[in-house]
Nanobody
Framework: QVQLVESGGGLVQPGGSLTLSCAASGSAVSLYALAWYRQAPGKQRELVARVTSGGSTNYADSAKGRFTISRDNANNTLYLQMNSLKAEDTPVYYC?????????????WGLGTQVTVSA
């Protein structure tokens, strides 16, 4: 089992920056791929960025060049540095831990943190 707690959301002006954190606890967190997703009201949850257990990263097109995902395995913490924020970056951001082990998928989610980009 993995428990995930997001923090760092809040109100920021367009063009501003914000860093989200996700504290992970549980067993073998370093073996999980960690990711940030976001979900706006009435829309499907979408991947923002993911970092594998080996450190490889991938980003949604909307995040490329503006967001940076990183993980601190020593402290079991995931980060998302967001720059040049736009109004469409506003939804709730969720932390996700994902692993396939012995043919079984393990998927855990945090409760989310709200980001609001507004003047």
């Amino acid at each position: 089992q993995v428990q995930l707690v997001e923090s760092g959301g809040g109100l920021v002006q367009p063009g501003g920056s914000l860093t989200l954190s996700c504290a992970a606890s549980g067993s073998a967190v370093s073996l999980y791929a960690l990711a940030w997703y976001r979900q706006a009201p009435g829309k499907q949850r979408e991947l923002v960025a993911r970092v594998t257990s080996g450190g490889s990263t991938n980003y949604a097109d909307s995040a490329k060049g503006r967001f940076t995902i990183s993980r601190d395995n020593a402290n079991n913490t995931l980060y998302l540095q967001m720059n040049s924020l736009k109004a469409e970056d506003t939804p709730v951001y969720y932390c996700n831990a994902y692993r396939i082990f012995l043919g079984r998928r393990y998927d855990y989610w945090g409760l989310g943190t709200q980001v609001t980009v507004s003047a």
